[in-house]
Nanobody, 124 residues
Framework: QVQLRESGGGWVQAGGSLRLSCLVS????????MGWFRQAPGKEREFVAG???????TDYAGSVKGRFTISRDNAKNTYLEMNSLKPEDTAVYYC??????????????????WGQGTQVTVSS
């Protein structure tokens, strides 16, 4: 069983920064691309950022380009650095693994494993 757990969420003032972490544990085999999604109350879950298996390719939602950075290391950690945060960034943030995939995937239904989410609240 593959487990994902997010951490690093919290309260921050507009213009501030947070770094989210996602730890992948359990038995993992082969390749998997990683992504971050978010969901605000009353809204659909939306793609935020994705990173390929190699870490060489990334993609971002237009609303976060230039402010957020996704990265991963060799210790099964994926990160989302969030800068210049805005109130509209307030949401529960989820990390997800596209097991067997190597390319960046923006479609939520292509991800097999999901974390429980971490709340990010940006006050104005």
């Amino acid at each position: 069983q593959v487990q994902l757990r997010e951490s690093g969420g919290g309260w921050v003032q507009a213009g501030g920064s947070l770094r989210l972490s996602c730890l992948v544990s359990g038995r993992t085999y082969g390749s998997y691309a990683m992504g971050w999604f978010r969901q605000a109350p009353g809204k659909e879950r939306e793609f935020v950022a994705g990173i390929s298996w190699s870490g060489g390719s990334t993609d971002y939602a237009g609303s976060v380009k230039g402010r957020f950075t996704i990265s991963r290391d060799n210790a099964k950690n994926t990160y989302l650095e969030m800068n210049s945060l805005k109130p509209e960034d307030t949401a529960v943030y989820y990390c997800a693994a596209d097991y067997g995939g190597q390319r960046v995937e923006v479609r939520a239904n292509k991800y097999e494993y999901w974390g429980q989410g971490t709340q990010v609240t940006v006050s104005s």
